[in-house]
């Protein structure tokens, strides 16, 4: 119950970071006293994995009898009438949930300023963005408001704000983890991810939620490995790894030069390490983020056509008639970036233009898959920045183009599918931290954490 009650008061002595959206602080106490009491009187009984792990949860993932609410104003007051499989379980190795915590509105955004709730504020710069889309999840890691945070990772969301706010961020392979119960942005791409601040706790976590779903039929079907065993002394070996960096990525004009030069010197300190370094080429980087948003606003707009002020609880008032319901509703419901991308998708997937954009789009990413298969083929993993630049300061980037080319290191991963981990490695001149990524083939969680974790422990 001490372990609750400490976080509690790191919300409220911190809540100018405006991290969680609700905290369930009662029923985190009265559960934390259940498993006390399990302690004290059957020391002996079965315990879960989790058995008193305090986790907070993005804002768009669903715990039966709470609120969710994707900051967003449409879903009012709306409280879920399932649990995610993720949250289940979760609960079911006596985890204990905390709270609900801010993003940017269903999802979309790098910044966080995209809630309808406010902004996330870096606790190691409060005039900066914590990143997003999940950056309550990142902060309540950086600020120690909870042991592990889920986040959601469309495009980047998990990674990026990890990177901004020195945490360990790690989206698992598309299907890893079941998306019964998480809030659709773009379903090819959703993937609930964590952020942690080990490697280790992330491989447990992982453990925990992986595996088949009778819910969600693009689930991987294989049971899952118990991947927090990967780093036990009998498993886990140094051997050397094939690592593949990409040469147009460490050349992006976007590139801080700074991250660049610390990159250099990482694939060096790699090379000197044993491992077998070289780079490949991917020249489809200035494509990679027009094609990102082009699938994802398109399956957007689907997707979030489902609020319409008649299924869901917030309904505009003084309306005349369906029509009226359908856009005072979603005009006053839903944030500017939201709007602009529903717009955007319906345009990308309407006649006349559907073959120009979407058609289009598609043919990309297929292309993007089989270059990645290519240097999988040769190689254990990719390296690269997670992002171009250390987070920026709270309302500087006002044009939405500017933000979305900032994305251009981490929708590799979900256009591919692929798993992908972002490792608190670095400090900037500057001050402020940031990431490297590692990337695998789809499927190979298991690869990805080993390599991880043989990377984050490498003496400097
Ligand atoms: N920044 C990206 C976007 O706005 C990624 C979001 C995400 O991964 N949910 O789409």
Avoid: W
Avoid at 8 to 31: G, M, P, R, W, Y
Avoid at 104 to 125: I, K, L, Q
Avoid at 249 to 274: F, S, V
Avoid at 308 to 336: C, I, P, Q, S, W
Wanted: net charge negative; proline share 4%.
């Amino acid at each position: 119950m001490q372990v609750v009650q400490y976080y509690l008061d790191q919300i409220v002595d911190q809540s100018q970071l405006n991290v969680f959206l609700e905290v369930f602080s009662t029923e985190a106490l009265t559960k934390a006293m259940e498993l006390d009491e399990q302690l004290r009187t059957r020391p002996d009984a079965p315990r879960g994995k989790l058995f008193g792990v305090v986790i907070g949860i993005k804002d768009v993932i669903c715990y039966k009898g709470h609120k969710v609410r994707a900051a967003s104003k449409i879903l009012g007051d709306f409280e879920s009438v399932y649990s995610a499989t993720a949250v289940e379980r979760l609960l079911a190795e006596d985890a204990i949930i905390l709270g609900s915590l801010n993003c940017d509105e269903f999802g979309m955004g790098s910044t966080n300023e995209n809630s309808a709730f406010g902004p996330v504020r870096n606790a190691y710069d409060q005039t900066k963005v914590p990143g997003g889309s999940s950056g309550g999840s990142a902060v309540a890691i950086q600020a120690d408001m909870c042991m592990i945070a889920l986040g959601s990772d469309t495009g980047g969301s998990v990674r990026q704000p990890a990177s901004f706010c020195d945490v360990v961020g790690f989206k698992p392979s598309y299907g890893r983890i079941s998306r019964h119960g998480l809030i659709a942005y773009a379903s090819s791409f959703d993937q609930i991810g964590l952020l942690t601040k080990s490697v280790e706790d992330a491989a447990l976590s992982l453990e925990i939620m992986a595996g088949p779903d009778a819910y969600d039929a693009t689930c991987l079907q294989e049971e899952p490995v118990t991947y927090s065993q990967l780093f036990h002394p009998s498993h886990s070996s140094d051997k050397p790894l094939k690592i593949a960096y990409i040469q147009q990525c460490l050349d992006h004009p976007g590139l801080d030069p700074e991250i660049r030069e610390n990159m250099r010197a990482k694939i060096d300190q790699l090379t000197q390490a044993g491992h077998k370094v070289s780079a490949v080429d991917f020249p489809y980087m200035d494509q990679i983020v027009a094609t990102y948003y082009i699938l994802t606003t398109a399956e957007a707009s689907s997707n979030l056509s489902r609020y319409d002020g008649v299924h869901f609880a917030y309904r505009a008032k003084d309306t005349k008639n369906l029509e009226e319901v359908y856009t005072k509703t979603r005009t006053a419901g839903f944030g500017m970036e939201v709007k602009r991308r529903i717009m955007l998708g319906t345009f990308v997937l309407s006649a006349g233009y559907f073959d120009a954009y979407y058609g289009q789009a598609q043919k990309v990413r297929r292309i993007l898959q089989t270059t990645s298969d290519k240097i999988y083929e040769a190689h254990d993993l990719i390296v690269l920045p997670t992002t171009t630049s250390t987070a920026f300061e709270l309302g500087a980037k006002q044009d939405p183009v500017s933000v979305y080319l900032s994305d251009v290191f981490t929708v590799l991963a979900n256009l591919i599918g692929s798993p992908a981990i972002s490792l608190p490695l670095f400090k900037h001149s500057n001050g402020m931290p940031y990431g490297l990524q590692l990337l695998t083939k789809r499927g190979a969680d298991a690869a990805l954490l080993s390599a991880a974790h043989q990377i984050s422990s490498m003496r400097v």
